[in-house]
């Protein structure tokens, strides 16, 4: 069954970097467009940045130029360079397929990872 795992959270200062990573399983991983999402405080899930099969990418317009999403698909892995953080970027991150993986006829998602953006 389909498993996302992320990690690479972490509390930091703004203007500092993380890497998150997600390694997934239970999916034909290099077929898929891969997604990262963030979800504040109080606020709905959004997608952050995808990226394609053919490794074409998109961003949410407040990340571009600061965020980088990547794959490997040896390691049926997706990443997120994020730079220059700022405190609005503070939430849980996690990662999915595009169209969003299901288990058991419902939406699967991983248990996140938790970025936290101090002023």
């Known amino acids: 069954q389909v498993q996302l795992v992320e990690s690479g959270g972490a509390l930091v200062q703004a203007g500092g970097s993380l890497r998150l990573s997600c390694a997934a399983s239970?999916?034909?991983?290099?077929?898929?467009?891969m997604g990262w999402y963030r979800q504040a405080p109080g606020k709905q899930r959004e997608l952050v940045a995808h990226?394609?099969?053919?490794?074409?990418?998109n961003y949410l317009d407040s990340v571009k130029g600061r965020f980088t999403i990547s794959r490997d698909n040896a390691k049926n892995t997706v990443y997120l360079q994020m730079n220059s953080l700022k405190p609005e970027d503070t939430g849980v991150y996690f990662c999915?397929?595009?169209?969003?993986?299901?288990?058991?006829?419902?939406?699967?998602w991983g248990q996140g990872t938790q970025v936290t953006v101090s002023s």
């Open positions: 239970g999916i034909i991983f290099s077929i898929n467009t």
């Open positions: 999915n397929s595009i169209p969003r993986a299901t288990r058991g006829g419902n939406d699967y």
């Open positions: 990226i394609t099969r053919g490794y074409s990418t």
